[in-house]
């Protein structure tokens, strides 16, 4: 939603106006800043009603989220969010990827979306390119995805930034063909012929695997024959991997583990898995079992309280699962089951969908929108 533009004296009389509410508001956040939650969350934006980046940036630094994801690299939310800590992950569209793999449009991309948010002090680590390409059949975005990403990574050494930001895509987890016992995890034949070679990547470049990992789909295909404690990280006794003998309390650490399993299979085990999304719906159509606001807010609770535990799967208990929370809104534009458009934390108004303790504060409209520092 667009605030309507004020004459820039308008603006910069506004501004001194609320200077002093700003900065006592200003000097709360710091101070809530300092210790930031681990957890980080995915701000998409296919809606028509969403409250403008600078709003939403107040909100999110009330909660002490510090770690956003973009599905694009949207230049007022990276400029909403100049001064603060937060730090993004940026995405390349699937629509774009194939024009990456020629080296010119990388650098292009580069120059136009990264380069200048990097030079004003943005915190970008990680480009993905491409959203759940596997998922699909296109089989020629497919096969660009890999050139498209060491393109992208050759054209930030060009500019100097090698090192400085992650090259990698986000997978569905429709990438698996055997998830369980996790152990066992094998990737999908289809998907099978391009990760040897993608997995070579990750591990030179020192780069993540990003997955989409989503036990509320298991739920949803069989709730009869799917425990719901064991997907919401209820008390359960759990199930133990027959071959690890590792014991699984919770239906999203055996998924990170599968993924552990067939990438280990392909010869890797220096790469790190990450949950790019995960989310739970608190509405959806009649079809849709369990999509309801409390168990939504049960799935969320749960999770961020295991993350700020800092907490590994059983397979690697050691490397604290790194998870970014689908959504930050419900989004209104979203195509499919109502249930697209309802993983929500927030309303676009700001009130919250369910409580899990995460308090935050949108401000009013005219406050954030108009004093947000221009670049
Ligand atoms: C891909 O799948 C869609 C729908 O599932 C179908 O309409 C389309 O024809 C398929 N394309 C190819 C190249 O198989
Ligand atoms: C890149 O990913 C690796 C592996 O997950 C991580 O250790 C590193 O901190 C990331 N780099 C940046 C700039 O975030």
Not at 105 to 114: E, I, K, M, R, T
Not at 121 to 136: D, M, Q, S, W
Not at 264 to 284: A, C, I, M, N
Request: charged share 15%.
């Amino acid at each position: 939603m667009a605030a309507a533009p004020l004459p820039s004296k308008f603006t910069s009389c506004l501004f001194t106006l609320l200077l002093p509410v700003l900065l006592t508001e200003q000097v709360a956040v710091a101070a809530a800043e300092s210790t930031s939650l681990s957890i980080g969350v995915n701000y998409g934006q296919i809606a028509n009603n969403l409250p403008s980046p600078a709003r939403v940036s107040w909100l999110l630094r009330s909660m002490r989220i510090s770690k956003v994801k973009l599905y694009d690299a949207d230049p007022n939310v990276l400029r909403a969010f100049l001064g603060t800590d937060v730090e993004f992950v940026v995405g390349i569209g699937n629509e774009a990827v194939p024009s990456m793999v020629n080296p010119a449009a990388a650098q292009a991309w580069l120059q136009q979306h990264l380069v200048p948010h990097l030079r004003a002090g943005a915190h970008i680590t990680c480009i993905t390119v491409g959203n759940e390409v596997f998922k699909g059949n296109d089989t020629a975005l497919q096969a660009a995805v890999l050139p498209a990403m060491q393109s992208v990574h050759r054209a930030l050494g060009t500019l100097g930034l090698q090192g400085r930001v992650n090259v990698t895509t986000a997978h569905s987890l429709d990438i698996m063909g055997v998830t369980y016992p996790p152990s066992t995890g094998t990737f999908h034949p289809a998907a099978l012929g391009h990760l040897q070679q993608f997995l070579s990547f990750l591990s030179a470049t020192r780069s993540p695997f990003l997955i989409n990992c989503y036990p509320y789909f298991a739920y949803k295909a069989e709730p009869s024959r799917v425990p719901l404690e064991y997907v919401l990280f209820q008390p359960n006794a759990g199930v133990a991997d027959p071959h690890t003998g590792l014991r699984y309390d919770n239906m999203l650490y055996a998924q990170v583990d599968a993924v552990y399993a067939a990438i280990q299979r392909l010869g890797y085990t220096d790469v790190e898995v990450k949950v790019s999304e995960t989310g739970w719906p608190s509405r959806g159509d009649a079809d849709e079992p369990g999509a309801t606001p409390e168990y939504a807010g049960i799935y969320i609770r749960n999770l961020l309280q295991r993350i700020e535990m800092k907490q590994g799967t059983p397979l690697r208990p050691a490397t604290p699962v790194d998870v970014y929370v689908f959504a930050l809104f419900n989004e209104n534009l979203k195509p499919g089951p109502a249930s697209e458009r309802n993983y929500g934390l927030f309303y676009p108004d700001g009130t919250p969908v369910y409580n899990v303790g995460l308090h935050g504060y949108l401000p009013p409209m005219l406050l954030s929108s108009d004093a947000a520092p221009q670049v």
